[in-house]
């Protein structure tokens, strides 16, 4: 009784949280379960197995004058993050065991899918933590199919895999690198859970760096339409990599560890992503979507990346400073810019950014 339509991941709003913060235990995803505005829960990136990270600090945020900002602050909107966290996280068995998703969803009155985001350390770290996931999802639908009663949305909804981070140290950022990124696909689609006849056994969707030369979007573009039998999304983009924040004060790097060198967050970001929303849609096979990701937080941001052609939008440095209510103020700012230009539904306006 496995659902016909394994590469469709059933939000209940266009906009959920990026992988990343607020995203590593499942008390912190519960916050994001149980607001209405967050259309799906997704899970930061798990390692195959439990690491602590970088050393601190290995975050920094900092308002547009330039001062210090803590993380929960009042006054957000300006603020620009840096962080080299290292992928700290308890490790993939934690993210995709039953217990874990009842914890996380128990408070969820909507149907909201569950999704975890693999980063793996080599090629077949990623390989083994999608089998994994694979035996992990089986295990639940039979137990489901068992016990009818039991309940179906404790599975996994899709699984992100992120080929974007650039904090680990001495690891080059598989989406930089044409050639393994084309390998890690490769190796990915001929696992038995991505046979080549049938749909996926589930949604796969990638997390890419941001790109800044039409030459490289063309090669990633190129590279993803290959594999496009097995990916139901590509989101984009991840942080802006080795970016380089001073504390002013003490005359010295915001953050510890890689040498100070973080990736860049917040609304300096935005233009950046919007720019990879607007050119991976361009060259994308229309089969893929793009989930927008960088720099949003408010319903204006999103209605930007709708228009520039995403199917759905993370939310992350807002997420992080302003906690899980933004999705619910964000998502009434959406409705209201709607109401207000006379859309009623995302289709009114998705991908229709208008030329000169
Ligand atoms: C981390 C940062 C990222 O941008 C990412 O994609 C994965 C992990 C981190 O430092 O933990």
Redesign the pocket.
């Known amino acids: 009784t496995t659902t016909t339509n394994n590469n469709v991941i059933h939000l209940t709003s266009v906009i959920y949280n990026a992988?990343?913060p607020r995203t590593g235990t499942s008390t912190a995803m519960a916050k994001i379960a149980v607001s209405e505005g967050a259309g799906g829960v997704l899970a930061?990136?798990a390692t195959l197995v439990a690491q602590k990270?970088?050393d601190l600090p290995?975050t920094w945020h900092e308002d547009s004058n330039g001062a210090a900002a803590a993380a929960s602050s009042s006054s957000t909107s300006s603020t620009t993050s840096l962080?080299?966290?290292?992928?700290?996280?308890n490790g993939i068995d934690y993210y995709i065991n039953p217990q874990t998703i009842r914890e996380t969803m128990a408070g969820c009155t909507n149907r909201k899918p569950y999704m975890v985001?693999i980063?793996g350390k080599t090629l077949n770290d990623n390989l083994q933590m999608l089998q994994k996931i694979y035996k992990a999802i089986h295990e639940q639908q039979q137990q489901h199919d068992a016990n009818p009663g039991d309940d179906e949305k404790i599975n996994i909804a899709a699984v992100e895999l992120?080929l974007?981070?650039?904090?680990?140290i001495g690891k080059p950022t598989i989406g930089y690198d044409f050639e393994q990124m084309e390998d890690v696909l490769k190796r990915v689609s001929s696992l038995p859970c991505f046979g080549t006849t049938s749909p996926p056994l589930f949604p796969l969707g990638v997390?890419l760096?941001p790109y800044f030369d039409r030459s490289h979007f063309i090669m990633a573009a190129t590279i993803l339409n290959k594999y496009k039998h097995i990916l139901t999304y590509v989101a984009t983009i991840?942080?802006i990599?080795n970016a380089l924040a001073v504390d002013y004060p003490a005359e010295m790097k915001a953050v510890r560890p890689n040498g100070g060198y973080?990736?860049l967050?917040g609304p300096a970001v935005k233009y950046t992503a919007l720019a990879n929303v607007c050119m991976m849609r361009e060259l994308l096979d229309e089969s893929i979507d793009v989930v927008g990701v960088g720099g949003v937080q408010t319903g204006k941001d999103v209605f930007e990346m709708i228009l520039c052609g995403a199917h759905a939008v993370q939310v992350g440095t807002c997420h992080w400073l302003e906690g899980p209510g933004c999705f619910d103020r964000i998502c009434r700012e959406l409705r209201l810019i709607m109401k207000e230009k006379g859309y009623t539904k995302i289709e009114d306006f998705r991908g229709k950014l208008k030329e000169w």
């Open positions: 992988s990343g930061k990136s990270g970088n290995r962080n080299s966290e290292g992928l700290p996280n985001s980063s992120n974007a981070c650039p904090n680990i997390k760096p991840n942080t990599g973080a990736g967050s």
